[in-house]
């Protein structure tokens, strides 16, 4: 493959009429919206980390298949149960990930979605997955429905209808494999190549079953905007959604859920893909964004809004200004990578000796197992963070580092000092940064003891972290859905 290649190169693959012009003969979504994510992701994988990316973070097929059957039997009695109180009145709908799911004192509540929700609780209702298939209650907002029994139907029906999709699902995987080799000197490989052809037919398989479902949904509840996370994705599920829901006048709209850049796959698209009437149709209309700033980084055809962070404003309002004595250095880990991060932890304090505690923050994704294997909250010298909410862990913490987490900007105005591990993924990933760049260990090492160094402009923090997201969020509300 061709080195140092930016996203730009790589969005040439997709850069093509003859992509954008194959679609389900049902609903018209382009085939390439069931994969796009999933090849992009394999060769950002390939140029830029040690382990493959697909298939790597997909939370909805992790945990045992007894935990599996179980909670989705026990959804499809949940969903059964709260159906038969569904009437249509609640315009406003969350489609929300698990991923940030949290237990507060009356029960469990989505860091992401659910303060959306709690705004405006008579007129909203979600519908949310299940995260590593873990049972979410009880709750402590009522108005859920899960969709794990949505998405189970929708693959099953599918497995009906896969014959008539083989042949255009091998056509797209060859023609996205040719333009990647002789785009950018990317070969596939026949094993991956396999793997995208069955991921692409059953998708495409599913595109009718899920679409008709959703809008039976929407029709139910009285849907009048839709606020799906990860809706910029694609993929089977949310191109389904999303068209359905355009097709009934319903406003569509995706809320920022981590970090986006110009360089972040989800949410950047090549030209051809960009002006496809049929690929827009699978978008969102609106972006709610954290801040400006953010917005401008993408070039997603969607309309941005900003909203502001719900969760950092409100847990910045219940957290002490007091920190803990000592020098601590707080590294957050990707998910994916986590032995080179805690080998970059190890290094650095040896690096450090007794001048600063190291402490090493797992992702949600790598979390149970980095607790797992390190029961005794240590790895070496290293100490695991125990904190819950990663807020908690700024108030201990004298400087934060990272490569491509959204705790470096969360950290803004909070930490002291704040530091970008300078990675081929760091540059791939954040082309444009406020932070102070280290090259390894030993640099930071030096560098948190000195100062002036590691600190964020404030100017910018309005631009990255808007303020009143409450404001913000209803005026979107009550632009789009009228009362």
């Given amino acids: 493959m061709k080195s140092q290649l930016t996203l730009g190169d790589i969005l040439q693959i997709e850069?093509?009429?003859?992509?954008?012009?194959?679609?389900?003969?049902?609903?018209?979504?382009?085939?390439?919206?069931?994969?796009?994510?999933?090849?992009?992701?394999?060769?950002?994988?390939?140029?830029?980390?040690?382990?493959?990316?697909?298939?790597?973070?997909?939370?909805?097929?992790?945990?045992?298949?007894?935990?599996?059957?179980?909670?989705?039997?026990?959804?499809?009695?949940?969903?059964?149960?709260?159906?038969?109180?569904?009437?249509?009145?609640?315009?406003?709908?969350?489609?929300?990930?698990?991923?940030?799911?949290?237990?507060?004192?009356?029960?469990?509540?989505?860091?992401?979605?659910?303060?959306?929700?709690?705004?405006?609780?008579?007129?909203?209702?979600?519908?949310?997955?299940?995260?590593?298939?873990?049972?979410?209650?009880?709750?402590?907002?009522?108005?859920?429905?899960?969709?794990?029994?949505?998405?189970?139907?929708?693959v099953l029906k599918g497995k009906l209808r896969t014959g008539r999709f083989r042949e255009p699902a091998r056509t797209l995987v060859e023609?996205?494999?040719?333009?990647?080799?002789?785009?950018?000197?990317?070969?596939?490989?026949?094993k991956r190549r396999q793997w995208l052809e069955k991921l692409c037919t059953n998708g495409a398989a599913s595109l009718l079953p899920r679409y008709r479902r959703y809008q039976t949904i929407f029709k139910k509840m009285g849907t009048q905007v839709l606020i799906k996370e990860e809706a910029c994705y694609g993929g089977a599920?949310?191109?389904?959604?999303?068209?359905?829901?355009?097709?009934?006048?319903?406003?569509?709209?995706?809320?920022?859920?981590?970090?986006?850049?110009?360089?972040?796959?989800?949410?950047n698209f090549s030209t051809e893909m960009s002006r496809s009437e049929a690929y827009r149709q699978t978008l969102p209309e609106y972006f709610l964004t954290y801040?400006?700033?953010?917005?401008?980084?993408?070039?997603?055809?969607?309309?941005?809004?900003?909203?502001?962070?719900?969760?950092?404003?409100?847990?910045?309002?219940?957290?002490?200004?007091?920190?803990?004595?000592?020098?601590r250095i707080l590294v957050l880990g990707d998910g994916i990578e986590t032995t080179i991060y805690l080998e970059f932890c190890e290094r650095l304090a040896?690096?450090?000796?007794?001048?600063?505690?190291?402490?090493?923050?797992?992702h949600p994704l790598e979390r149970a197992?980095?607790?797992?294997?390190?029961?005794?909250?240590?790895?070496?010298?290293?100490?695991?963070d125990a904190h819950k909410d990663i807020y908690s862990s700024f108030l201990e913490a004298e400087a934060v580092v990272s490569e491509v987490s959204t705790g470096l900007f969360e950290a803004i105005g909070l930490v002291p000092k704040v530091f970008i591990w300078n990675t081929s993924k760091a540059r791939f990933s954040f082309p444009l940064h406020?932070?102070?760049?280290?090259?390894?260990?030993?640099?930071?090492?030096?560098?948190?003891?000195?100062k002036s160094t590691g600190q964020v402009s404030m100017h910018q923090i309005e631009d990255i972290w808007a303020p009143n997201w409450r404001r913000n969020y209803l005026d979107f509300i009550d632009m789009v859905v009228p009362r």
């Fill in 15 to 154: 850069n093509a009429i003859d992509i954008s012009r194959l679609c389900c003969p049902d609903t018209g979504i382009p085939l390439w919206s069931t994969i796009r994510n999933s090849v992009l992701r394999m060769i950002v994988g390939d140029m830029h980390y040690s382990v493959s990316l697909t298939g790597n973070s997909d939370h909805s097929h992790s945990g045992s298949r007894l935990r599996q059957m179980t909670s989705i039997s026990r959804s499809i009695a949940h969903n059964a149960v709260k159906s038969r109180s569904l009437k249509p009145r609640y315009p406003i709908l969350l489609m929300a990930t698990g991923a940030r799911v949290t237990m507060r004192d009356t029960g469990y509540f989505n860091d992401l979605s659910g303060y959306f929700v709690e705004t405006a609780p008579r007129r909203t209702y979600a519908i949310e997955d299940l995260f590593d298939w873990k049972w979410p209650f009880p709750r402590h907002d009522n108005n859920v429905l899960l969709h794990a029994p949505l998405r189970v139907e929708g």
């Fill in 350 to 362: 040896a690096a450090l000796g007794n001048i600063a505690e190291v402490i090493f923050r797992p």
């Fill in 291 to 327: 801040g400006s700033w953010w917005g401008e980084q993408i070039n997603a055809p969607v309309k941005k809004i900003t909203i502001g962070n719900p969760h950092r404003t409100e847990n910045l309002g219940f957290t002490s200004s007091l920190r803990a004595n000592g020098r």
């Fill in 369 to 384: 197992s980095v607790l797992a294997k390190h029961p005794e909250m240590f790895v070496g010298k290293v100490r695991v």
């Fill in 175 to 190: 023609l996205v494999s040719q333009r990647a080799k002789n785009g950018i000197g990317w070969d596939i490989g026949k």
């Fill in 237 to 267: 599920d949310n191109a389904s959604a999303i068209l359905a829901a355009r097709n009934l006048g319903i406003v569509t709209a995706e809320y920022q859920h981590g970090t986006v850049s110009s360089s972040h796959i989800g949410y």
């Fill in 434 to 450: 406020p932070f102070q760049v280290i090259s390894d260990a030993s640099e930071l090492a030096q560098l948190v003891l000195d």
